[in-house]
Every structure is written in structure tokens, then in C-alpha cells.
């Protein structure tokens, strides 16, 4: 087995340095454009506030924070998912989704701060969690809101923040025992970190199945406070997912360009291919169950929702872009057995998936948020640049410090012959 | 003397040595009419040089002609033939049409994709299976070599089985 470690060129990091340089004139020139262009303060109706150029540069800021952190988050599951089920094939890749782990504690960090400023920073009163304004639960009051005051038990800051915070210490701290586990088999080898790992695995399944759905309702839901769906948990994970598999999917081909990952065969993409195919399928399925109850059933309360998406100039094109890019695209490109095994194949789909489940998340947040002054720019762009450009680099920081195949794996010979 | 409906059969102990056995009579110009074994052998489709199957492609036309007449079918008869109001919704709407077209296209895609492989396969009813050899269910493969399908004759073609490591060399010819 190859001792070989991946190499975190000065190249590299320039390039990346460049990106970022790059994206934050990307957002210089779009914020210069929205706050000069003529449309930099106009009334909102829907959100109630005066609309200001830095309120969609707060919304960027949360969009971005939750998709990145959630692909960081797949590849501390799918690595969790692998030791549950005991699955040998992946051994050889393990260390990319690994690396995807490193990003947590940034986000930590970056999501407290991005709390802080999207609801308290913002120029006239701007809160993009509608809940945290206070006139709403002053009974009697000009503004007083009787269904959210009803929600108050769950949605109120002192709990949130304690969830925001014991998220991420689980997730970190089970992360960490994950990666420090696997990096001492690196060195005494043996089956014993192997079952330790499966342990810590399934309890990290267990807790993200539950954290990952109240993260969503806290994080992404409470956004439109009135508005609730049930399956709103699972197509945030769904989401979350299909972008990771397809960011770490990109990487190892990236990686496998640069000349690491020698033994990595086709069958091996095969299987990432597979996972990316079926987890569209299953992101299709569970926004078509959210949507189709919905339509049916047609209670006002409910299909707002749909309404301030679909009835609308901004966001109806996003709506169906949505489902071209996140479903039917993939669906119909990854459905031969030849565009799992070729790179070229899963390189369009891949990056097309990313750029899908970005607007995805887009079409969550924003409408709630900015209402008529959302729109798709510079700014949207470039903060998205800027945060992949962070990502990649932490990710590839975390790689270059431990050997990029692990070493003693158990399961490495069953990897390495793996024949689909 | 003819040699229609005869074959070579050589019978085997192990897997491994089918493997190298089939490579080995294909290099020599040999054509395999089929290969039994009690379980599958790794790599076997790759060494008798098996083009890819061709079912995906009649499963998925299976399941496009399944999504078309499911949409036909739910299109003319609630926009057209028969109308009826369902939730105040429009007669001809596509969302609510969704589960029978994915159900529809699963099942003919399905049904079409077993239909195929029997046919594919001469898998019918009351059809007279040739078993070369009994034991191909319990310890044994088995080579077939069609003596009409080569132009080396019997002895030859027993020869080379023969020096491939084959326990038995027979001769089989059904009815």
C-alpha cells in the first residue's frame, strides 16, 4: 500500500488565495451595484423593514454558512455510514470524506458570528429570524403575532443558541473521536480501532438523525416562522447530502488528476455515481411528498409557501431550475452504467448538483427574508466563491495532515480489489 | 458424420481452473457455447467475452412507454373523457398525476424487463433443459463446447479441454 501523503502545494494555496481575492470583488462590485443601481431602498411588504443592500449580503452569509456546513457535516456521515455498515469498498476514499470534517469547527465559529450579525448587526432592525423581533409577543401590541407568541417555547433565543451551541459540540466532539480513533490505526493498526469506530459511529448516526432535523426547523424553517412541514427535516438532510456526495465525489477525481488515490478504479466512482444517482432520486422524492400534500390539500397557512415562490417574478425560475438541475438532470445523465465509471460524466453532474443545491437552499432562505429585493447577482456569487474557497482550503489542509490512504485499515485489501 | 446437436463437455473441480480454462480455450480458437457452475465465478463474464447485457436499455424503454400511457391514460380521461372536480383543482393537472406515473413506470419497466429476459433467455414454459451434467448443481463445473459452432473436430477439441486440467471429457447430444 502506498505510503503517500497528499501535498498541499504553495500553487494550490494561491490559487485559492486568488479565488478568494477574486470573490470579494465579486461582492464588492454586486454590492455597489444593488446599493447605486436605483433599487437600494425600496419598501419591502414582506418583511416589514426598509430594505438595505446589506440585508441580502447577511442572507448570502446564512445561505452559505448552512450549505457548507451541511456538506461538511455528509462527510462526517457518510464516513460514520461506511464503519455502521461495515461496507469495505470505501476504505481506500475514506480519508477525502474525513477531511470534510475539519470545516466543523470553523463553521462553529462561523455560524455564531453569522447568528449574530444577520439578526442584530443589520441596518433597520434587520433580523432575518422574523421570531427574534420582540414587538411580535407583546400581547396587545400593534404587532402582536398570537401564532408565533405559541411558538415561543421552542423558538426563543436562550433555547436556540443552547441548541445552536450543543449541536455543534456534539458533531465536533464525536468528529474528533471518529478522526483520532482513525488516525491511531494509522500507527498501531489492529482490528480493535475498527470496532471502536463502528461504536462511535452509530451513535453519531443516531444523534445526527435527530440534530440534523431540528437544525433544519431551527435554522433554515424558523425562517418563515408561520409556515411548518413535517418533511421539512428530511429534505433539508437530503439536500445537505446529495451536495456533499458530490463535493467529495469532485474531490477525489480532483485529487485523482493531480496523481494521488493511483489504485482508485472505476469501480469505486461506479459506486460514488450510484450514491449520487439515488440520493437525487431521493431528494426528488421527498421535495415532490412536501409539495404534493401541500397542493392537495390547499390550506392557505400552508401553500404560502409555494405561492411566494411560484406567483413570483424573483423566484419562480428558481423554483424550476430546482428540479431541472437537482433532479432531472442527474437523473437522466447518471442513469447508464458507462457516466458512473467516467469522470468526465460525473465532473458536469457533480458541479451541476453543487450549483443546483445551492439554489435550493437559496430558494429556502431567501424569499422568506428579502421578499421582492432578492435577487440572483455579484453578491450571490461571490459570497459562494468565497465560502468554497475557504472550504477547499481547510478540507485540503485537514488532508495534507494525515496520510491520504489509511494506513492498517482492516477492510484496505477488499477496497483495493473492489469489482462492480 | 454430422455434427449437429453434439458437444464436448469438460468437467471440473475448481473454479480457478474453469477460469484459466475458458481463457485458454478461447486462445485457441476454440468457441464456448455456455459454462455451468453450483456458484458464480468471479470474472467468468469478462474471460468468455460477454458483451454488456442489453436489458437496462429495454427496461428503460419499458419504463419511457410506461410513463407515456400513464399520462395519456390519466390526461384523457380526467381532462377529457370523464371530468370530475377533486379538490377544486384543474380536470387536467399534472401534479396529482405524478404517483400513478411513477407507478406505471416502475411496473412496466419492470414487467418488461423480466418479459425480456425470458424471451432472452428461451426461458418458456414446457421447454426440455439440456443439462450437460448433473452435477453442475452440486460440485462440478461444467464447459459446453458446440462441435457445430467450431471447425476443429471432436478429437481435437477433446484434446485441447483435456490438457486444460478437466477431470472429464465427454460427449453429449440431446434428443
Known sequence: ?420 | MTTENKYIVGVYGDDDLVLKAVKNIRAAGIKIHEVFSPFPIHGIDDALGYKRSRLPKAAFMFGALGLTLALTMQFWMMGYDWQMIIGGKNFASLPPFIPVSFELTVLLSALGMVGTFMVASDLKPYRKPKIFDIRITDDKHVIAIDLADNKLNKQEISKIVAQTGAEEVNEKSFE
Request: aromatic residues 18%; charged residues 15%.
Open chain 1, 1 to 420: 500500500m502506498s505510503e503517500d501523503k497528499f501535498v498541499f502545494t504553495a500553487d494550490s494555496q494561491k490559487k485559492l488565495l486568488i479565488a478568494k481575492l477574486a470573490a470579494i470583488v465579486l461582492v464588492v462590485v454586486g454590492i455597489l451595484i444593488v446599493a447605486f443601481g436605483g433599487h437600494g431602498h425600496e419598501e419591502s411588504e414582506a418583511v416589514g423593514h426598509h430594505y438595505h443592500w446589506l440585508h441580502r449580503v447577511w442572507v448570502n452569509l446564512w445561505i452559505n454558512n448552512i450549505y457548507f456546513l451541511g456538506i461538511s457535516l455528509t462527510g462526517v456521515l457518510f464516513l460514520a455510514i461506511q464503519y455502521a455498515s461495515q461496507a469495505g469498498w470505501s476504505a481506500y476514499i475514506k480519508r477525502i470524506p474525513e477531511a470534510f470534517g475539519g470545516w466543523l469547527i470553523f463553521a462553529f465559529g462561523l455560524t455564531l458570528v453569522s447568528f449574530g450579525l444577520v439578526n442584530f448587526a443589520g441596518p433597520n432592525h434587520f433580523h432575518l429570524f422574523h421570531w427574534l423581533d420582540h414587538s411580535l409577543y407583546v400581547e396587545g401590541g400593534e404587532n402582536y403575532d398570537a401564532v408565533i407568541a405559541g411558538k415561543q417555547g421552542y423558538l426563543n433565543l436562550t433555547f436556540f443558541l443552547i441548541r445552536m451551541v450543543a449541536y455543534f459540540i456534539l458533531w465536533i466532539m464525536m468528529f474528533r473521536f471518529i478522526r483520532n480513533e482513525s488516525l491511531k490505526e494509522d500507527s498501531f493498526g489492529g482490528d480493535g480501532h475498527w470496532r471502536k469506530l463502528r461504536v462511535y459511529s452509530t451513535i453519531f448516526i443516531i444523534l445526527f438523525a435527530i440534530t440534523s432535523s431540528t437544525a433544519a426547523w431551527d435554522w433554515v424553517l424558523s425562517v418563515d416562522t408561520h409556515w411548518f412541514s413535517t418533511m421539512f427535516g428530511w429534505y433539508v438532510f437530503s439536500s445537505w447530502f446529495v451536495a456533499g456526495l458530490s463535493a467529495m465525489t469532485l474531490i477525489i477525481i480532483w485529487l485523482r488528476e493531480q496523481g494521488y488515490l493511483m489504485q482508485l478504479s472505476s469501480s469505486h466512482l461506479h459506486d460514488l455515481g450510484k450514491y449520487i444517482f439515488a440520493f437525487s432520486i431521493f431528494w426528488a422524492y421527498i421535495w415532490f411528498s412536501q409539495f404534493l400534500l401541500i397542493y392537495y390539500a390547499n390550506i392557505p397557512e400552508e401553500t404560502i409557501y409555494f405561492v411566494e415562490r411560484l406567483k413570483s417574478g424573483q423566484y419562480a425560475w428558481v423554483f424550476f431550475i430546482n428540479i431541472l438541475l437537482n433532479f432531472i438532470f442527474p437523473f437522466l445523465v447518471l442513469m447508464t452504467r458507462d457516466s458512473k465509471r467516467h469522470t468526465i460524466f460525473l465532473k458536469i453532474v457533480c458541479s451541476v448538483i453543487l450549483v443546483g443545491h445551492w439554489f435550493d437552499f437559496y430558494l429556502m432562505i431567501t424569499p422568506g427574508t428579502l421578499g421582492e429585493n432578492g435577487g440572483v447577482g455579484f453578491i450571490e456569487i461571490g459570497m459562494a466563491a468565497l465560502f468554497a474557497a475557504g472550504f477547499i482550503f481547510v478540507v485540503l489542509r485537514t488532508l495534507a495532515k494525515a496520510p491520504l490512504v489509511a494506513q492498517n485499515h482492516p477492510m484496505m485489501e477488499e477496497s483495493l480489489h473492489h469489482h462492480i
